[in-house]
């Protein structure tokens, strides 16, 4: 079992940053990768990026710029910088544990965090 906390979300003015933090607990043996998904309001949920325990990275093609994941093996934590933030990108963000093959897709397991609210004001 693998059990997900995030936090970090918060009310932040267009044009600022955050950094969402994704504290990891228990293990499976499967998983090789932890991932970062966003949902707004009415729509569905979507993959940010994500980081295998080798620290490579991928990024989903909108989202390729503003934000960085990272991770601290150390701390068994995953990271998500957001820059020069925008109102679009208000939602809840969630972390997941996962796996990937290639590197190129990522595949998340029923392993999510409570979820951190963004909101952006304009």
């Known amino acids: 079992q693998v059990q997900l906390v995030e936090s970090g979300g918060g009310l932040v003015q267009a044009g600022g940053s955050l950094r969402l933090s994704c504290a990891a607990s228990?293990?499976?043996?499967?998983?090789?990768?932890m991932g970062w998904y966003r949902q707004a309001p009415g729509k569905q949920r979507e993959l940010v990026a994500f980081?295998?325990?080798?620290?490579?990275?991928n990024y989903a093609d909108s989202m390729k710029g503003r934000f960085t994941i990272s991770r601290d093996n150390a701390k068994n934590t995953v990271y998500l910088q957001i820059d020069s933030l925008k109102p679009e990108d208000t939602a809840v963000y969630y972390c997941?544990?996962?796996?990937?093959?290639?590197?190129?897709?990522?595949?998340?397991?029923?392993?999510w965090g409570q979820g951190t609210q963004v909101t952006v004001s304009s």
């Open positions: 980081i295998t325990f080798g620290g490579m990275t």
């Open positions: 997941n544990a996962g796996k990937t093959r290639t590197g190129s897709s990522y595949y998340p397991y029923n392993y």
């Open positions: 228990g293990s499976s043996f499967s998983i090789n990768a």
